[in-house]
T-cell receptor, first 114, second 112 residues
Framework: DGGITQSPKYLFRKEGQNVTLSCEQN?????MYWYRQDPGQGLRLIYY???????QKGDIAEGYSVSREKKESFPLTVTSAQKNPTAFYLC?????????????FGPGTRLTVL | KQEVTQIPAALSVPEGENLVLNCSFTDSAIYNLQWFRQDPGKGLTSLLLIQSSQREQTSGRLNASLDKSSGRSTLYIAASQPGDSATYLC???????????FGDGTTLTVKP
């Protein structure tokens, strides 16, 4: 089945640690996105990539880093510089850079700082 | 900067009722508007996508409309069922920034 997978489903981090969240898609989509969702709120864009080896900052990129070495993979690293990382993280993709395309989402990773 | 507002934040209705969820946005320069459903602790499931040139889209008991000039969209749910209980989010894709802006969602509870 085609879709977006995220792992792990739950992640616990100690203060000062970097952690990496995985996002993989087999939809052959060019564009991929990372969002953060806090309780009772909508989604805020962290980073996005429209093509392999290229990515742009979203609205809340500070304390996060990404890479896009393969079309199907877009991992997100939450660094120790992110002061309040506890949140629900969602990865999304769409077929291309055209603005008319539909976005698809993965199941999410819940990150908790201990 | 695009801002997206969803009213009400929460809604509780008895089973069988028809209902309308609202989404408003401040910048009409959009490619499309997408409605999603989110169950607790889960990702987003796409319900309907309306392109900027379209007025409405329908899927089963769901109907979404778009009035770009007034910056409004509605999601109409007919004959609501307890299984419709979830949070519904709308997202607007801007032509200016090429990114999507999300509302905070409306949490719907349908009581049996």
């Amino acid at each position: 089945d085609g879709g977006i997978t995220q792992s792990p489903k739950y992640l616990f981090r100690k203060e000062g640690q970097n952690v990496t969240l995985s996002c993989e898609q087999n939809l052959n989509h060019d564009a991929m996105y990372w969002y953060r969702q806090d309780p009772g709120q909508g989604l805020r864009l962290i980073y996005y990539s429209q093509i392999v080896n290229d990515f742009q900052k979203g609205d809340i990129a500070e304390g996060y880093s990404v890479s896009r070495e393969k079309k199907e993979s877009f991992p997100l690293t939450v660094t120790s510089a992110q002061k309040n990382p506890t949140a629900f993280y969602l990865c999304a993709s769409n077929p291309g850079t055209s603005g008319y395309n539909e976005q698809f989402f993965g199941p999410g990773t819940r990150l908790t700082v201990l | 900067k695009q801002e997206v507002t969803q009213i009400p934040a929460a809604l509780s209705v008895p089973e069988g009722e028809n209902l309308v969820l609202n989404c408003s946005f401040t910048d009409s320069a959009i490619y499309n508007l997408q409605w999603f459903r989110q169950d607790p602790g889960k990702g987003l499931t796409s319900l309907l996508l309306i392109q900027s040139s379209q007025r409405e889209q329908t899927s089963g008991r769901l109907n979404a409309s778009l009035d770009k000039s007034s910056g409004r969209s509605t999601l109409y749910i007919a004959a609501s069922q307890p299984g419709d209980s979830a949070t519904y989010l709308c997202a607007v894709r801007d032509t200016n920034a090429g990114k999507s802006t999300f509302g905070d969602g409306t949490t719907l509870t349908v009581k049996p």
